[in-house]
Every structure is written in structure tokens, then in C-alpha cells.
């Protein structure tokens, strides 16, 4: 599966962006469709993951930040409110075939095996 993410941009604090990640296959409920990001400087983090109907989010976006899915179109959104200049960061998404193992580790990158090429997002303050 091949992964092409957008939708990033630069935004002042507060404001809201969607990004976008279209898989090159069928990526339907076989799969988990994650989100991840890093800052400059920083390791990668888990950001948000969805599997089957369920959503996961780090606490630090929780309740901001919303992740859904239309195996339709084969592509997972990252819908993003009241952003923060501490969201500042290149955003991955990653998909991983939904596993006992990859469900309960949904947070590490090495439960995702295709990646998309990241898109920047920018937060001023």
C-alpha cells in the first residue's frame, strides 16, 4: 500500500485544518490507518489511529483533533481544531494490517509497515 498524505499549510493558533492521506489500494477494516507526527528536533510521535470504528488520540490531541475513515475512497482524515504552535510538526500517516499485536500497540511506529510521505503543518502563534 502506497500512502499520499495532504492538506497541510501554515494557520495561526487557534484555527483548523484537514489533512488527507489516499492509499494507493484497498485499505478496509483488515487495516489500522494511523496519523503521526514530528517536530524539528524531535522524535516521532503517535498522534491518532483508527481501527475498524474505534479512535485512539494522544493525550496531547485529544478533544481537538478528530480521525475518521472511508474505505470508499481509501483514505483516512485528520480533521485538526484549535490548533497550537506546539502542534507545529511534519504529519505521517501510516497504515499496518490489523493484528492482535499491531491493536495493542497502535501507538508504535513499528505497527505500520507503509508510510506516506508526510505533509508540514505550521502553527503561529
Known amino acids: 500500500v502506497q500512502l499520499q498524505a495532504s492538506g497541510g499549510g501554515l494557520v495561526q493558533a487557534g484555527g483548523s485544518l484537514k489533512l488527507s492521506c489516499v492509499a494507493s489500494?484497498?485499505?478496509?477494516?483488515?487495516?489500522?490507518m494511523s496519523w503521526f507526527r514530528q517536530a524539528p528536533g524531535k522524535d516521532r510521535e503517535f498522534a491518532a489511529a483508527?481501527?475498524?470504528?474505534?479512535?485512539y488520540y494522544a493525550d496531547s490531541v485529544k478533544g481537538r483533533f478528530t480521525i475518521s475513515k472511508d474505505n470508499a475512497k481509501n483514505t483516512v482524515f485528520l480533521q485538526m481544531n484549535t490548533l497550537k504552535p506546539e502542534d507545529t510538526a511534519t504529519y505521517y500517516c501510516?497504515?499496518?494490517?490489523?493484528?492482535?499485536?499491531?491493536?495493542?500497540?497502535?501507538?508504535?511506529?513499528?505497527?505500520?509497515?507503509?508510510w506516506g510521505q508526510g505533509t508540514l503543518v505550521t502553527v503561529s502563534s
Open positions: 489500494g484497498r485499505v478496509n477494516d483488515d487495516y489500522i
Open positions: 483508527f481501527t475498524v470504528s474505534r479512535a
Open positions: 501510516a497504515a499496518g494490517l490489523r493484528t492482535y499485536d499491531a491493536v495493542r500497540n497502535y501507538r508504535l511506529s513499528n505497527s505500520y509497515d507503509s
